[in-house]
């Protein structure tokens, strides 16, 4: 399991830094948010994508993995009951395919909890069937690409629409297409899910639906600044067989991003080291 840092909790650190901090403080990859890089990363010239790959791999890390996909440019929805809009929304999303394939990531997570918000007077249903369309056409794409699109389970308050692993398993199965998955987002699971992380591993990574995960505490800073404890957690996914990577997405930075970026690469590594002594 490769271990990734999301990198807006570098910014407003430039790519070179964010790599060579990365690097430094134990990771082995970037999860970019698109919206770092850009204000309209789906545009991004190839020249532009590969002279950012090469910086990261110059750095001895990998692009593991897109995340935030919908933030910007604005106005974008994938339940919205206008079909320009979710046409938009698809192409932008075909144009984040190509600058993820250009990068050499491997996953693209579908959060972007905002963009997927059902309108006042649109019902569940309705926005259930206008996302399952969506996906359902860029899901090819994806696979075309190489790359696993998965939907991001989110809880409450932020998000009300898709917000535990069944809801998203379900839409994976109604679209059936193999480059189309889920993941776990360690603080999401926690506010919401009706069982521990662990037992939430142990019951989907089985499954294979489960294509990437994220760690983070239930109080929204990284692994090892609260009260989880992620042992069990990583014990799980090794147990389980899973094969994907591990993402560091904290959503509070206490003392800034830096530090909180380094404190949850030493807590996890440490772990890892540990599990790896008890084989």
């Not at 590969?50 to 993995?65: I, K, Y």
């Not at 999401?188 to 760690?215: C, F, K, Y």
Request: glycine residues 8%; aromatic residues 6%; proline residues 6%.
């Amino acid at each position: 399991m490769r271990l990734s840092l999301c990198n807006e909790v570098l910014r407003p650190f430039d790519l070179v830094r964010q790599c060579a901090f990365a690097k430094a403080v134990g990771y082995d990859g970037l999860e970019i948010a698109p919206f770092t890089l850009s204000e309209a990363p789906h545009r991004l010239a190839a020249g532009e994508v590969n002279a950012m790959r090469r910086t990261v791999e110059d750095h001895g890390l990998a692009v593991t993995s897109l995340h935030w996909l919908l933030v910007t440019p604005e106005g974008l929805s994938i339940t919205s009951p206008e079909a320009a809009v979710r046409n938009r929304t698809r192409d932008v999303i075909l144009g984040l395919l190509d600058l993820a394939a250009g990068l050499g990531a491997l996953v693209m997570v579908h959060g972007s909890p905002a963009q997927r918000r059902p309108t006042a007077d649109q019902s569940q249903d309705d926005a259930w069937a206008r996302a399952r369309d969506l996906l359902a056409d860029i899901a090819p794409a994806a696979e075309a690409r190489g790359l696993t699109y998965c939907l991001e389970p989110l809880a409450p308050p932020d998000n009300v629409f898709i917000q535990t692993v069944a809801e998203a398993a379900r839409m994976v199965a109604a679209i059936g297409h193999p480059a189309l998955r889920t993941m776990i987002d360690t603080s999401a699971a926690s506010a919401h899910e009706a069982e521990p992380v662990a037992d939430l591993i142990r019951r989907w990574v089985p499954t294979g639906l489960i294509g990437h995960v994220q760690l983070n505490d239930a109080n929204r800073r990284g692994p090892g600044d609260g009260e989880d404890r992620f042992a069990g957690v990583l014990r799980t996914l090794r147990d389980t067989g899973y094969g994907g990577d591990i993402a560091i997405e904290p959503f509070i930075y206490e003392p800034d991003g830096p530090a909180c970026a380094a404190r949850a690469a030493g807590y996890v590594r440490g772990l890892l080291e540990a599990l790896d002594a008890a084989l």
